[in-house]
C-alpha cells in the first residue's frame, strides 16, 4: 500500500497549487458560533500546513517522499514570504535564527558531504520560515484558534492512526514515526493547556490534555515525557509566576512517582536496576544506574572524535549524519538521539551557542509578552501556549531526533511564536482584535 502515498504526495502538491488561487473561504467563527469568519486562499493553504505536519508520506523506493515533501513545503513558504515580504519585519529572535542559519551555511563549505550538510540545513530551516509565515499571516485571535483548532485535529488522526489496529498496516508511512508524534503531542499538550484556562470549554480542554500526556506514557518515550513535564511546569510559571510553585512541585513530585512505579516507564530508564522511591529523594540514583540503551557510549564516541577535535566551529553541518548514513555504527542507528550533540560536533559551540540563545530569547519573549500585552484579548492565552511548547519541545532535543522530524515537531512551537508575534504587532500599531470579517 505504499502506492498510495505516492498518489497523496501527488495531490498534496496539486492542492497546494491551486489553493491560494481561492479569493474567499468562509468558516465558522472560534469566537462566536452565531457568525462565520472569511478568509482568502492563502490563509486556508496555511491552515493545512499546519494542520498537516503529523502527515509523513513515508514511501522507500526511488523517491525520497519525506525529503521531498520537506523541500516542498519550504519552497511554497518561501514563495509566500517573498510575495508578502513588504510585512516582514525580523524581530530579535528571528534575525538571531537566520544568522545561526548563516553559520550553518558555512559549515557545509568544509563538511565532509555537501549532500548530508544541505540535507541538514533544510531541517534546520522550515521552523523559523513557517514562523514568519505565520507572523506575516496571522494577525488576530481568531485565525490563531482556528490555527490550534486544525492542528489538534490533526494529531487527533495521528492518534487514531496508532491507536486504532491494523490501519498503520494498511497504510505505512502516512503518518509520522510514533516518536516523532509523541514530540508533537507536547505542542497539543501546551495549545489545550492554553484553551483550558483562555476559552469557557475547561472541561473538554482538561481532558484533551489528559489524552495528549497519555501516549509518551503508554509507549514509554521518556523524551516526550520529560518534555510534556517542562511544558507544562513552563506554562504554570508563564500564567502564575511564583504561586506557581506549589503546583510545579506538586508535578515534579508526579514524574518521579511515574519513574518508579509505572513498569513501562521504569523498566526503560533503569533496566534491571532495582530503584525504588528513596533512592531518588535521598539522591542515590547515579548516572549509571540510568539505561540510556547505549547511547551514552556513542555519545562519549562523538564527543571525543568529534567535540574535541574541533570544538569551536565543528567538522562541518551534516558531519554526524555523513558518518553514521555511511558507516554500519551503533548496531545500524542513523541518528545520534542527542540534537544538541549533533549541533556541537556539526557547527561547534558557536552553533550550540546561537541556538540555545534563540530558544532562551523566544521563552523570555513570551514572559514579556505575557507581562505588558494580558490586557489584550487572547494573549495570555497565546504567549502561555507559545512558551510552553518551546520549552517542552526543546528539552527533548536532549535525547531525541527532533531536528530530524521538524515538520512534526519544531515546526508546531516556532509557528506558535510567529503567530503570537504577529498577533502582538496587530494590537501594538492598532489595537484591533481582527482584519478579517464576521459575517
Not at 67 to 88: D, K, M
Not at 290 to 305: C, D, H, L, P, V
Amino acid at each position: 500500500m505504499l502506492y498510495l502515498n505516492y498518489i497523496l504526495f501527488l495531490l498534496f502538491v496539486l492542492f497546494v497549487w491551486q489553493i491560494p488561487r481561492i479569493k474567499s473561504h468562509i468558516l465558522c467563527s472560534p469566537l462566536e458560533e452565531e457568525y462565520v469568519l472569511q478568509i482568502n486562499g492563502v490563509e486556508v493553504l496555511w491552515l493545512i500546513m499546519f494542520a498537516t505536519g503529523v502527515v509523513a508520506l513515508a514511501a522507500p523506493g526511488v523517491l525520497d517522499l519525506m525529503a521531498l515533501r520537506l523541500l516542498a513545503l519550504e519552497v511554497v513558504v518561501v514563495g509566500l514570504l517573498f510575495r508578502y515580504r513588504r510585512a516582514i519585519i525580523l524581530n530579535k529572535v528571528f534575525l538571531l535564527y537566520f544568522i545561526m542559519l548563516g553559520w550553518f551555511a558555512l559549515g557545509i563549505l568544509y563538511a565532509p558531504s555537501f549532500t548530508y550538510g544541505i540535507r541538514t540545513w533544510l531541517k534546520f530551516l522550515y521552523p523559523p520560515i513557517l514562523g514568519m509565515l505565520g507572523m506575516v499571516l496571522i494577525d488576530d485571535i481568531r485565525m490563531w484558534l482556528k490555527s490550534v483548532l486544525w492542528a489538534r485535529y490533526g494529531a487527533v488522526i495521528s492518534l487514531i492512526y496508532y491507536f486504532v489496529p491494523f490501519i498503520d498496516k494498511y497504510i505505512p508511512g502516512f503518518i509520522w514515526y510514533f516518536t516523532a508524534v509523541a514530540v508533537n503531542y507536547i505542542s497539543m499538550l501546551s495549545i489545550s493547556m492554553g484553551l483550558m484556562t483562555g476559552t469557557e470549554r475547561k472541561w473538554s480542554n482538561l481532558i484533551w490534555c489528559i489524552v495528549w500526556l497519555l501516549p509518551c506514557v503508554l509507549w514509554g518515550l521518556r523524551s516526550s515525557m520529560l518534555g510534556s513535564i517542562v511544558a507544562v511546569v513552563t506554562f504554570l510559571i508563564i500564567k502564575l509566576r511564583w504561586s506557581s510553585l506549589p503546583f510545579i512541585l506538586g508535578i515534579v513530585f508526579f514524574g518521579i512517582i511515574s519513574i518508579v512505579y509505572i513498569p513501562s516507564i521504569k523498566e526503560k530508564t533503569f533496566g534491571q536496576e532495582k530503584i525504588e522511591l528513596q533512592d531518588i529523594l535521598l539522591g542515590r540514583l547515579t548516572f549509571n544506574q540510568i539505561n540510556t540503551n547505549a547511547r551514552s557510549n556513542m555519545w562519549g564516541f562523538f564527543w571525543e572524535e568529534y567535540v574535541t577535535k574541533h570544538p569551536i566551529v565543528g567538522s562541518g553541518t551534516g558531519a554526524i549524519q555523513t558518518y553514521m548514513y555511511e558507516n554500519h555504527v551503533f548496531g545500524g542507528l542513523k541518528m545520534p538521539h542527542n540534537d544538541y550533540l549533533q549541533i556541537l560536533c556539526d557547527n561547534g559551540f558557536m552553533g550550540l551557542l546561537l541556538y540555545l540563545t534563540i530558544f532562551g530569547s523566544a521563552i523570555r519573549e513570551c514572559f514579556r509578552i505575557k507581562k505588558y500585552y494580558a490586557c489584550y484579548l487572547g494573549m495570555d492565552m497565546v504567549a502561555s501556549t507559545t512558551g510552553a511548547a518551546l520549552a517542552g519541545v526543546g528539552v527533548t532535543l536532549l535525547t531525541e531526533n527532533t531536528v530530524a522530524y521538524s515538520v512534526c515537531t519544531l515546526a508546531y512551537p516556532w509557528a506558535l511564536y510567529g503567530m503570537m508575534i504577529g498577533i502582538k504587532r496587530k494590537y501594538e500599531y492598532y489595537g484591533s482584535i481582527s482584519s478579517h470579517t464576521d459575517v
